[in-house]
């Protein structure tokens, strides 16, 4: 239970027995007496807090109660505190109009009678405290009424049984073009299509205390809008708040144009990747058989008719197996980058310093004697440790080839962190690039080294650029004509590095 806040009664007085007599008669629980003894310290009292009732003296030296009176009654805050005037002397009538006309609501008379003193205060206590409550049930609903006017959805009133508008907020117009006078006692169904209609009939059939539902409205220039209704439904009517939601149906529907749009492609690519599929097994099967009988007849006739050869013949056949040998790794690499774009990847820890141990190993068998390789500390991430080998199987392979030519081939690994990333190289002493042709590295077939200068079939790049950009990486390098080249992949980075 709201515990009832005290009336605060000021009592303003020259006299102290007068003070401490009225004290005594109106002393009771809920009330809080303050005493002023002159106009001054009234006015201070008064000004400064909120005070329910005003009992004052009329006759004060300096400022007399009038005075107080009339200051009071002009200052807003105080303008509507109700004064009772107590007077010992002055009951001429001309005195007590003085009285009234500056703001008095009652007059006490010396010597006071404490039930009509007592009665007179209850009674004025009460009517201040309505006074009061009037007040701020009025502000109360103003404050709704500009809440609910200036909201941008629809909030009304409507009767259960007839469908019309008893109460509609201002939102009536920018929804739907008609002002809130014009939807008032005209009925919702006539706003809606058949379909509508029929959906709202149908909800009314049985009594619920809430409900939802959407409808197609009409507005007064004959545009759709879809409208979102909540309603709560007491005593006859329903309190009703309706939201445009057109746009989100627009949306709504467009995302599910592109959500078919999307199944009907993810179709056609399975469809084409059955296709290519079927492709790459013709590929590899029907242009490998040719090729090995290319290979297979060229050397048997070497072998049985070597003796017959002169140099140029034996120089012939050697270029035709060379040949047939590079076609056969070109189907390989091509097939190889194919089934790069179609395969799914893994992600688990993966830790590069164990992982280049065996490939370093292997590759360095096919590299001159004298080639160098430092490899630094290569920080963990995740990522598919298959695809990730055939990074640096690619990559350390092509550092190898391309520095092959020089004195002291030098190569080296290394990594570096930055921000969210890890930046991972392989470095290189040997023939370098020029930078105006770095766009071209790591395209399919894209070579800046002709296959006299250095073997290879121009997909390895490639391969590498499409395994790190599954893993959510890129790929770049740096490099000059005969400096050497470094070529970078970076990984986003995990926060259970190894």
Known sequence: MVKQPEDQILIVDDKVNNIYALEQILGQPGRNLISATNGNEALKVALSQEIDLIILDVQMPGMDGFEVAQILKSNKRTSETPIIFVTAELKE????????????????????????????????????????????????????????????????????ETYRFEEVNDAAFPLLGYSAQEMKNASLLDYLSEEGQAKVKELACVYQPSFSFEVLMFTKNGEHRYV????????????????????????????????????????????????????????????RAPL????????????????????????MFNVIR????????????????????????????????????????????????????????????????????QVYINLISNAIKYSSKKERPVIELGAAEKDDELVYYVKDNGAGFDMQYAHKL?????????????????????????????????????????????????????????
């Open 322 to 389: 060379k040949n047939a040998t590079k076609m056969g790794n070109l189907i390989d690499d091509l097939l190889a980058f194919s089934r790069m774009g179609r395969k799914e990847i893994s992600r688990v820890p993966v830790n590069f310093n164990k992982l280049v141990e065996p490939i370093i190993a292997d590759l360095r068998q096919a590299a001159p004697v004298n080639t160098t390789i430092t490899v630094h500390p290569l920080p963990g991430t995740q990522g598919d440790p298959s695809l990730l080998s």
């Open 93 to 160: 009538h001309r005195f007590v109009m003085k009285g009234f006309e500056e703001g008095a609501i009652d007059y006490l008379y010396k010597p006071l009678n404490p039930d009509i003193t007592e009665a007179k205060v209850s009674v004025l206590l009460q009517l201040h405290r309505q006074q009061r409550e009037l007040i701020e049930k009025n502000q109360a609903l103003e404050n709704y009424a500009l809440l609910i006017n200036n909201s941008a959805d629809l909030i009304c009133i409507i009767n259960a």
């Open 442 to 498: 790591f395209g399919v077939f894209q070579r800046l080294h002709g296959s006299d200068e250095f073997e290879g079939t121009g997909v390895g790049l490639a391969i590498v650029q499409r395994i790190i950009v599954k893993h959510g990486g890129k790929v770049w390098a740096e490099g000059k004509p005969d400096e050497g080249a470094t070529f970078y992949f970076s990984l986003p980075r995990t926060y259970n590095d190894l």
């Open 228 to 287: 979102s209704w909540n309603i709560v439904h007491k005593h006859s009517l329903w309190f009703a708040n309706g939201r445009d939601i057109t746009r989100q149906k627009k949306a709504d529907f467009e995302i599910k144009q592109l959500n078919l749009n999307l199944e009907r492609n993810i179709s056609q690519l399975q469809l084409t990747n059955k296709e290519l599929e079927s492709f790459s097994y013709s590929v590899s099967h029907d242009l």
């Open 292 to 315: 090995r009988s290319i290979n297979g007849y060229a050397q048997m006739i070497q072998d049985d008719h070597a003796q017959s050869f002169n140099e140029e013949a034996t120089r």
